[in-house]
Every structure is written in structure tokens, then in C-alpha cells.
């Protein structure tokens, strides 16, 4: 049994690319690029920061020492982690990559860069960027995460390592919460099918996390047909303060942490880009994860209705929310298939909204009217 280097012990389920990775790193061949190709949620970026720490930190990634929380933080004067500043990671942006690989690292001997959602590079910055990919720097690592690398050019592909990562198979993730985080089966197996394959979802719910909102969201699903419009718009507005205000101030935090950066700045255009990186970061992660959890919430009312449906049709051994089974198949007896399937469209509907950039809130509340009309019929 090899022993991993600490840092890879937080990613589940990817034995495969972390073993190549940690006996590239006992080799010391480390490559001046990779791709971290595989679906989202998998644990790619995850796996990427565990690559740096595991090379940086002094106890191979212990997770606690400077080194590391800075990595974790993206705060670390040789470890950046980009993000597209927009819709794209444009040219501007690649210039100033190009710019930081020319200046020699701060602390050590060895630069990172790891650049997220790199297949949303522009035609212009892609090319730009090969020229550095084809006289690569000494020391200069970068590691390009993509959950779709179709959409990368071939001659980027070719100058890299890559490195695919797998969904992970339901069974494991159930066996992973039992075993490594004690939670018992029954919340395990519920947990693996509401988090629906994304190790962290499922990770978060086996843990409590997010069960309070899915209960709620379910006894709404269930009271539906007996609320007046008031009862459900003000339910919409306790859902979403529900998400925004502790994001509001997770942001404010975050903010806080990262005020170190200033300090292992070498210069004042390596401070902006540090602070810019950062900030381009807190932009989209926070945009992403209050999109997310209004996801989070359609998908829990979709799997409501979708549970419905297959009990109607007699398969009820695919419900996904088990702990309410009892209660769906009483449902099932008065709601019919088609109006099942109707309330799944409003939750498309809503969901596409959202994705063009519509108010969640607003999205959220017309969904909720629109499946009030298909369930009323069944009162
Ligand atoms: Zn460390």
C-alpha cells in the first residue's frame, strides 16, 4: 500500500488519477501542464489544489500549515487559481497569466496556475496561450479543469497531460458516508440519491446539511394544492433569504480572509492580480453557488413530482425521497401521471429562467403557480 500524501485524503473516488498524480510527484516528474477533464462535481479543482499543496507544503500537504490554507484560499503568492472574468476567459486575461509566468516565484522554486472552466478560452486567448504551452517556463505548472473537453482546442490538448475523472458510482458514495463519516445507511442511501452522484452534495446532506431546507420544500410540494397565492409568495421569500443572507455573509468573510494576500505580494502588479483573481473568484463562486441552491430547491420539488409519477406507474422502488414514500403514495392515488408530468415542466420552465438570468425568485413563484394549476384540478 503506497501512502498518500495527506493533502488527497479530502477527494473521494478518484484512486486512479491520484495515484498517477502522487507517483508523479514521488518521481519528481512533474508535467508543465495538465488537464483535468471528468464531469462537474467529481472532485476536480478539489484534486488540483491537493496536487499543489501536496508539492508545496513542507508536510506534503498537511491541510493546516500556511502554505496550505493560503493554496485552499487561492491566496498563496505562487499558487493561482483563475476563473473567466464573464462569459469567457478572453485574451486580457491570458496576457496577465503571461506576464505573472515570466516573474520568477516568490517563496520556492515552483509556480502553479490553475485555470477553471478553461474551455470557455476564447479562439484569441487560446492561441495565446499555446505559445506559452509551447515554451513552457521552467517551474511553471498550470493545470486546466474542464468539464468539457471537447470544447478545448486540439493543439492545447496535445500539450498537456491528461487526466480523466469519473463519476462516481452511487454504491461508493453510500458506502464512503457509512464508513468514513458514520452516517448510518438509511440517511446514506437517501443522501446518495438526492445528491444524485455529486460526492459533495451527497457528502453535505449525509451530514444534516440542507435536509432543513428539503423538508421544508417538500411540505410545500405537499401543501400546494391547499395554499392561497399570499401563503406562497411569502413561502418563496422565506426560501430565498434562506439563501441569500448566509451567503451574504460567507462573501462578507470571505473578504476578511483574504486580506493576507497584501502581505506576500512581491510588487503592486502582483498584489492586483492576486486581489483581482480573487475577486473575479468571489464574484463567480458566490453568483454560483446562490444559482445552485435555487437549482437545488426546483430539483427537490421535481424529484417530488417525479416520485409521484412512478408510484402512479407502479414503480415505486425508483422514489427518490424515501423517508416520505408512505405520504407520496397517498398523493399518487389522487394525482395523476399527466398532472405529475405537468408540475416536471413548470420545474424546466423555471429552471431555464434562471439559466437566462431571470430573477430565481421570480422564477421560483411563477413554478409554483403554474404546478398549483396543474394540482388543483386533482383536489
Ligand atoms: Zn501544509
Redesign the pocket.
Known amino acids: 500500500v503506497v501512502q498518500l500524501s ?2 488527497f485524503r479530502g477527494v473521494v473516488g478518484q484512486g486512479r488519477s491520484i495515484g498517477w498524480l502522487h507517483r508523479a510527484i514521488g518521481a519528481g516528474a512533474i508535467a508543465h501542464a495538465y488537464i483535468f477533464e471528468g464531469p462537474a462535481g467529481v472532485g476536480k479543482h478539489t484534486t488540483a489544489k491537493a496536487f499543489v ?1 501536496a508539492i ?14 493560503r493554496i485552499e484560499r487561492g491566496t498563496h503568492a505562487d499558487a493561482f487559481q483563475i476563473v473567466p472574468d464573464g462569459v469567457t476567459l478572453g485574451i486580457e486575461q491570458i496576457r496577465e497569466i503571461q506576464h505573472q509566468v515570466m516573474l520568477k516565484p516568490v517563496e520556492g522554486s515552483r509556480k502553479f496556475f490553475i485555470l477553471d472552466e478553461a474551455e470557455s478560452m476564447t479562439t484569441q486567448a487560446a492561441n495565446a496561450f499555446l505559445k506559452t504551452l509551447e515554451e513552457p517556463p521552467p517551474g511553471v505548472t498550470f493545470i486546466l479543469v474542464t468539464s468539457n473537453v471537447h470544447a478545448m482546442l486540439p493543439t492545447i490538448l496535445s500539450r498537456a497531460q491528461r487526466l480523466s475523472f469519473n463519476p462516481i458510482p452511487p454504491a461508493d458514495v453510500s458506502a464512503l458516508l457509512q464508513q468514513r463519516f458514520g452516517v448510518d445507511r438509511d440517511q446514506a442511501e437517501l443522501a446518495t440519491r438526492v445528491g444524485s452522484g455529486v460526492v459533495g452534495k451527497a457528502l453535505a446532506l449525509g451530514r444534516g446539511e440542507g435536509m432543513e431546507r428539503r423538508k421544508e420544500i417538500l411540505a410545500l410540494a405537499a401543501d400546494l394544492p391547499v395554499l392561497d397565492s399570499l401563503d406562497l409568495m411569502s413561502s418563496v421569500e422565506g426560501i430565498a433569504s434562506g439563501i441569500k443572507k448566509p451567503l451574504a455573509e460567507a462573501k462578507a468573510a470571505r473578504k476578511k480572509e483574504t486580506q493576507d494576500s497584501r502581505e506576500t505580494a512581491v510588487s503592486s502588479s502582483h498584489a492586483s492580480f492576486i486581489a483581482r483573481t480573487l475577486e473575479q473568484r468571489a464574484k463567480r463562486e458566490f453568483a454560483q453557488r446562490e444559482r445552485q441552491q435555487f437549482e437545488d430547491v426546483l430539483s427537490t420539488f421535481e424529484s417530488w413530482f417525479r416520485d409521484i409519477m412512478v408510484t402512479a406507474e407502479g414503480v415505486p422502488e425508483l422514489v427518490m425521497n424515501l423517508d416520505r414514500s408512505e405520504e407520496i403514495r397517498r398523493r399518487s392515488e389522487y394525482l395523476t401521471s399527466e398532472q405529475a408530468v405537468g408540475c416536471i415542466e413548470a420545474v424546466e420552465r423555471a429552471r431555464r429562467m434562471i439559466r437566462r438570468n431571470v430573477n430565481p425568485q421570480l422564477a421560483l413563484e411563477a413554478m409554483l403557480f403554474d404546478m398549483q394549476e396543474c394540482d388543483k384540478c386533482s383536489v
Request: charged residues 20%.
Open positions: 495527506p493533502a499543496k508545496m507544503c513542507k508536510a506534503s500537504g498537511c491541510g493546516h500549515c500556511h502554505d496550505c490554507i
